[in-house]
């Protein structure tokens, strides 16, 4: 592959996440929410191992909702009116970004709660 090609593969790469960045609110929360989970892993002391399955949470939720959103536009192509399932596969579709978001936040409520525990601990000692 030429350096010019790739070159306009990243930049297409850029547009399409800026296209979800700026069609989908769902998106942006989530992007929100691993910027103040990468806060929180520079502000606690966390294993790599802790900061891995973090990262790697964080890429698997990003990347299904951007799957998500391809799914929706390509069934919105054919409409409800085409077949009833189109109504279902979207539906189920968004549950599996809910369901890997929820699992998500369950690790990460299993991560930092030590440490939130032990910064409560201390503040109340002061």
């Known amino acids: 592959m030429a350096k010019g090609q790739l070159i306009k593969s990243f930049v297409n790469a850029f547009k399409g996440i800026k296209t979800v960045f700026k069609e989908e609110q769902n998106f942006r929360i ?11 892993m520079n ?24 799957f998500n ?6 069934v919105d192509v054919f409409k409800p009116r085409v077949h009833s399932y189109i109504k279902d596969i979207k539906d189920i579709a968004a549950g599996a970004v809910l369901l890997s978001s929820v699992g998500a936040v369950f690790v990460a409520i299993v991560i930092f709660y030590p440490h939130i525990e032990s910064l409560i601990f201390k503040l109340l000692r002061i």
């Open 69 to 74: 959103s391809i799914l929706e536009r390509l």
């Open 43 to 66: 502000i606690f002391t966390l294993s790599i191992a802790e900061k891995s399955v973090l990262i790697l949470l964080i890429l698997s939720v990003l990347v299904l909702e951007l």
């Open 30 to 40: 989530q992007i929100f929410i691993a910027i103040l989970v990468v806060i929180l």
